[in-house]
């Protein structure tokens, strides 16, 4: 019973969550969907911390869906050989993945350790740092340390079918029985920062100022006082 609420319940549930939530924020809720920027309070910890988080969750975020949604046999039919995949995969995902927990951890420290920071902070938005600090550490620790102590383990005869099943409505709890604890973790907490992402300062990912380029210019004009 466990296992179907963690791997079939808990994991529709966050989807589920994650798009009524951001429909009925965007439509209730406009005037909050920003993050509140404290650039002017402290700027050295914010650019290093934002320009590595930033440099190296793209690859991540990427490196995931080719992992998890993209079959193994596709891979191969590409050209992308076990071999050349593990590469990737372990060696240059771990460098990105680095730079994606140094990154966090400097934003996360700088929010805790700066007084005028954490003034600025609600509750959610420390509780997402340090969620997405554990996220982004315990995925380095699966990668680095669980792959290697259980190298007999493939997380894409596991997780990732169950999670291509969890998506076409077909999910399967027992493709999950076998993943090693770190694993699960990550999986799961990956799920519930899903969930609470539309309530939180996260939603400014999708406010991309696609129309800066197209937009017309602002003007300017001098009023001369009488």
Same mark, same amino acid.
């Given at each position: 019973m466990m296992d179907q609420f963690l791997w079939v319940i808990f994991p529709y549930l966050a989807i589920a969550t994650f798009i009524i939530g951001h429909i009925f924020r965007y439509r209730y809720d406009q005037f909050h969907w920003t993050a509140k920027s404290s650039?002017?309070?402290e700027q050295k910890q914010l650019k290093w911390g934002s320009l590595l988080f930033h440099l190296g969750v793209i690859p991540v975020f990427f490196g995931h869906v080719v992992g998890l =949604? &993209?079959?193994?046999p596709w891979l191969a039919a590409a050209g992308i050989n076990d071999h050349l995949y593990h590469l990737g995969a372990v060696y240059i995902g771990s460098i990105f993945g680095i730079m994606t =927990?140094?990154? #966090?951890? /400097? $934003?996360?420290?700088?929010?805790l350790s700066k007084p005028s920071? $954490?003034? /600025?902070?609600?509750a959610s938005d420390i509780? *997402?740092? =340090? #969620?997405l600090l554990f996220i982004v550490f &315990?995925?380095?620790?699966?990668? =680095? *340390?669980?792959?290697?102590?259980?190298?007999?383990f493939d997380y894409r005869a596991t997780i990732s079918v169950w999670l291509r099943g969890l998506l076409t409505l077909r999910p399967d709890a027992a493709l999950m029985e076998t993943v090693p604890f770190t694993f699960k973790l990550h *999986? /799961?907490?990956?799920f519930a920062i899903f969930m609470m992402w539309p309530f939180t300062r996260l939603v400014h990912v999708w406010s991309v100022p696609l129309n800066y380029g197209t937009r017309s210019y602002i003007l300017y004009r001098k009023h001369s006082a009488r």
């Open positions: 650039e002017f309070i =949604l &993209i079959p193994a =927990l140094v990154g #966090m951890f /400097l $934003l996360t420290y700088r929010r920071v $954490l003034k /600025l902070s609600s509780i *997402v740092n =340090l #969620m &315990i995925g380095c620790y699966a990668t =680095l *340390v669980t792959n290697t102590t259980t190298p007999d *999986v /799961l907490f990956g």
